[in-house]
């Protein structure tokens, strides 16, 4: 099927979706479009720049306390915090993203991880600003003054914002940044002798995937109603990476994938609600062994499979 028709069949089905459901169903789908947005960040950091973060839930947390804050205490509208979290989650990136000028792999991993503990800590005592230990309200969204009182309506927002960033990242790939950001995760010294610079195309990495992750996190403060630094913990990060390889890093397609996997996954293992992370612990382990490429990829897979046995 050519690629271009089954994008529109998505967006038509993402539409007409919310009929067929009720205000639970929105809310679980407005969740999806939320996570959703924050795999496709993971998919710039992990598989463009060739970068490894378990940290993303500081940059939610940035996102989403940073919107709540700018909406709660100054009075900015909504539409503008939404932007203004993402590009103080993107500048916070930057600050993570110097370890990466001169760590890799898990020792990267671990400055990320270092960071959300520690910024989540902050947030836990800053009671004037964050509501500390008893947490902060958020009131629903509204766009130019027009609220958005039923997740119905906040789940159009959500896909309009997941639509936009879509956009953003796929225009992103096909830019000099875009490029120079993939040659350097392909051969450091090929794209360094080609006079592509290191240390700037990697912070910018960092910096565009957190900022993304950080109108996420505007979005969840804003449809769940209130933030906890409950929220933001390790489990959290260590569930977006799961989302992030059970979808698939390399498509947008994955980034759905795996946001419908992460709103759906608890809803199905409430019974096993202790044994989550186990679970989530093992379905990492076996998409990395039998599904590397994630869901995304599971067609392309299954493919030869049925060419064969016509």
């Known amino acids: 099927m050519d690629k271009r028709i089954l994008d529109i069949a998505a967006i038509a089905a993402a539409l007409v979706a919310p009929v067929f459901f009720g205000p639970y169903g929105h809310y679980i789908m ?10 496709l ?29 700018l909406v709660e205490r100054v009075g900015v509208p909504f539409e503008v915090s939404v932007v203004a979290a993402a590009g103080l989650a993107g500048l916070v990136g930057v600050v993570v993203g110097l370890p990466a000028l ?12 270092g960071f959300s503990l520690v910024l989540v800590h902050v947030l836990y ?19 130019f003054g027009w609220s958005l009182a039923e997740d119905r309506q906040a789940y159009y927002l959500c896909l309009a914002i997941f639509g936009l960033l879509v956009l953003l990242v796929r225009n992103f790939r096909r830019s000099l940044g875009g ?29 565009f995937s957190a900022a993304l992750t950080g109108a996420s996190g505007a979005l969840y403060g804003a449809v769940l109603g209130q933030l906890s630094t409950d929220s933001f913990t390790l489990v959290v990060s260590l569930s977006f990476l799961t989302m992030a390889v059970v979808g698939g890093m390399s498509s947008v397609w994955g980034a759905v994938l795996g946001g419908l996997f992460l709103a759906g996954a608890p809803e199905g293992l409430r019974a096993f609600e202790k044994w989550q992370m186990l679970i989530y612990g093992v379905l990492l382990i076996v998409f ?23």
């Open 179 to 207: 490029l120079s950001i993939n040659a350097l995760r392909q051969s450091e010294l090929a794209a360094q002798c080609c006079g592509i610079d290191l240390a700037a195309s990697r912070l910018f990495a960092f910096a």
């Open 102 to 113: 001169r760590v890799r792999g898990h020792y990267l991993a671990i400055a990320t991880l």
């Open 41 to 69: 960040s993971l998919n710039v950091l992990v598989s463009e720049a060739g970068l490894i973060s378990i940290g993303h839930a500081g940059f939610w947390a940035v996102g989403a306390y940073g919107s709540a804050v």
């Open 288 to 310: 990395i062994r039998v599904l590397p490429k994630g869901l995304a990829s599971l067609p392309e897979r299954l493919a030869p499979l049925i060419g064969g046995r016509r």
């Open 125 to 143: 005592e800053w009671d004037g600003l964050t509501g500390g230990r008893q947490g902060m309200f958020v009131q629903r969204p509204s766009l």
């Open 30 to 39: 407005c969740m999806a479009t939320i996570y959703a947005m924050v795999s």
